[in-house]
């Protein structure tokens, strides 16, 4: 993936500033690492708009203001809209070298959200919208959304002796965002920090809309140890249950095709969110995971 | 500073101490999280290779570059463990709060 026109932005060269300062995030939350890195990469002079959710939740806790660059909370709903309303502004007032980014959860994204999202899509609205993946609705407690995992236990999906959890597959809101034709659009995950920066920054550059889906593990839903989550956030990508890819030009990319995965049962039995499923039930996953892949095999450009 | 600095809260007296808007200015820090930590990364400089590893991953944004290796601010570490279960030379290790 190229990055034009401006110094690559890595390790060494992001800025030392944080904007994204003393919140309130549970420890080793992924999701407030993938705010950090958007903030920094998109740098100063940017709008940020947060639904409710964990990460509006965490930042704004008054007389405490953990956002160290403009942001502000949206409805639950609204975070596309919202956005639209800032660039239009942005606009109105002649603003020049600005981004307006959104960073909602995956319930904001994939469920109360996604018509105001379909709608800025559709508008062709310069603006970057990214979601947060850690797969249920974290900040309410647990509940399942529409990007829950089939198989994990939540408040609302509770494994017991009739039902193992989630019974039903994430949403692919990648494709779902996809088949509006957006100008830029692509996966990744904070257990590949450097792919998700270049995609952050690409998405910076680009002139229309453009969404990123980043995964982002969370100890306290998933009930898993802390200091895990980025070892998480890298083995889901090396299982092959997240994949790593772009969409451009009415294209798919893969970004990465393993020869071999990693093995599933480890991703699995490490979470108690899975505590409860059985060989059989794994085996279902591995079975869902290798047909998506034979697809994406036969139909998008591989690198 | 490359990050907002804690300020010392003072209890409104005035309609005038409040902001305006539902908000004080942007980074109005006025509580640390150091008190969550039951667990504390210690660092070991001289194993340190400055390979900023910790400093990507570290979800707080608490740990900073120093002289081509890091150092942590340890008023806002939460204790999590990703910087030393990551740190390749293992020069970060956790200890239990309290403890050295
Ligand atoms: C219209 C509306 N319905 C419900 C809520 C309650 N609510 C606040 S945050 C939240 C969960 C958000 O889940 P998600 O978008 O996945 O973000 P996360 O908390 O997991 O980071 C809910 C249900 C709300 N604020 N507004
Ligand atoms: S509940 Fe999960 S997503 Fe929310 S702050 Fe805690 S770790 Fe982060
Ligand atoms: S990960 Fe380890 S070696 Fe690398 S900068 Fe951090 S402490 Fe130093
Ligand atoms: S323990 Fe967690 S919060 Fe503290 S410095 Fe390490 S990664 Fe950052
Ligand atoms: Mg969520």
Known sequence: ?303 | MNRPALRKYVNPQYLSDLPEGPCYDAGHLVTVNAGWRTRKPVLDSEACTGCYICYMNCPEGVIFKSDGKVDIDYDFCKGCGICGNGCPKDAIVMIREGEA
């Not at chain 1, 993938?34 to 959710?53: D, Q, S, W, Y």
């Not at chain 1, 998480?232 to 294209?251: I, M, N, P």
């Open chain 1, 1 to 303: 993936m190229s990055v034009v026109n401006k110094v690559r932005i890595n390790a060494r060269t992001i800025t030392d500033k944080e904007f994204f300062y003393g919140h309130k995030a549970c420890a080793g939350c992924g999701g407030s690492l993938a705010v950090r890195h958007i903030l920094k990469v998109l740098g100063e002079r940017t709008f940020t708009v947060l639904p409710a959710g964990c990460m509006s939740a965490v930042g704004f806790n008054f007389p405490q203001l953990c956002f160290d660059s403009n942001a502000i909370i949206s409805t639950f709903a609204g975070t596309a809209s919202m956005m639209s309303g800032i660039a239009a502004g942005a606009r109105a007032l002649g603003l020049k070298d600005y981004h307006v980014v959104g960073i909602a959860g995956d319930g904001g994204t994939a469920d109360i959200g996604l018509q105001a999202l379909s709608g800025a899509i559709d508008r062709r609205e310069k603006v970057i919208y990214i979601c947060y993946d850690n797969e249920a609705y974290m900040n309410t407690g647990i509940q399942k959304s529409g990007l829950t995992p089939f198989g994990a236990r939540t408040t609302t999906t509770p494994a017991g002796e009739n039902i193992k959890g989630t019974v039903t597959t994430k949403k692919n809101m990648f494709e779902i965002v996809a088949a509006h034709g957006i100008d830029y659009a692509a996966t990744a995950s904070v257990g590949y920090i450097q792919d998700f920066i270049n995609k952050i920054q690409k998405a910076s550059e680009v002139d229309g809309t453009s969404y990123i889906h980043v995964y982002a593990p969370c100890p306290t839903g998933w009930g898993t140890e802390t200091d895990v989550t980025i070892d998480l956030a890298k083995e889901v990508v090396d299982t092959g249950l997240w994949v790593l890819a772009e969409y451009e030009q009415g294209e798919f990319r893969l970004n990465r095709n393993p020869k071999s995965f990693a093995p599933v049962e480890n991703y699995v039995r490490r979470q108690g969110r899975f505590k409860h499923l059985e060989d059989e039930d794994i085996a279902a996953i591995v079975h869902a995971r290798d047909a998506k892949w034979e697809q994406i095999r036969n139909s998008w450009k591989l690198k």
